[in-house]
Nanobody, 112 residues
Framework: VQLQASGGGLVQAGGSLRLSCAAS????????MGWFRQAPGKAREFVSR???TKVYADSVRDRFRISRDKNTVYLQMNSLKSDDTAVYSC???????????WGQGTLVTVSS
């Protein structure tokens, strides 16, 4: 499975961005898809995932929305804050317990 993320960019605080991640290859093996992010100097952190249910990190729950259309997962990010600045990566897993495939990141920069 290959994952291709897009949609990052520079946005002002309070603005919105929509990230996309398209999966190709053995997509029939995918159970769930999700997003992670890594800010400069920080560890990678979970953002959201979608499989049987949608799960969000507390820090984005009221502002971000994840959706999926077949083999593409989207992350609608609203009310962006400077703390949201990070490289966002998409991932996919064959079971709910893990992510087996990772895509390259897309940079989101929020200016204050």
């Amino acid at each position: 499975v290959q994952l291709q993320a897009s949609g990052g960019g520079l946005v002002q605080a309070g603005g919105s961005l929509r990230l996309s991640c398209a999966a190709s290859g053995r997509t029939d093996s995918i159970y769930h898809m999700g997003w992670f992010r890594q800010a400069p100097g920080k560890a990678r952190e979970f953002v959201s995932r979608i499989g049987g249910t949608k799960v969000y990190a507390d820090s984005v729950r009221d502002r971000f929305r994840i959706s999926r259309d077949k083999n593409t997962v989207y992350l609608q990010m609203n009310s962006l804050k400077s703390d949201d600045t990070a490289v966002y990566s998409c991932a996919a897993g064959k079971t709910p317990a893990r992510f087996d495939y990772w895509g390259q990141g897309t940079l989101v920069t929020v200016s204050s």
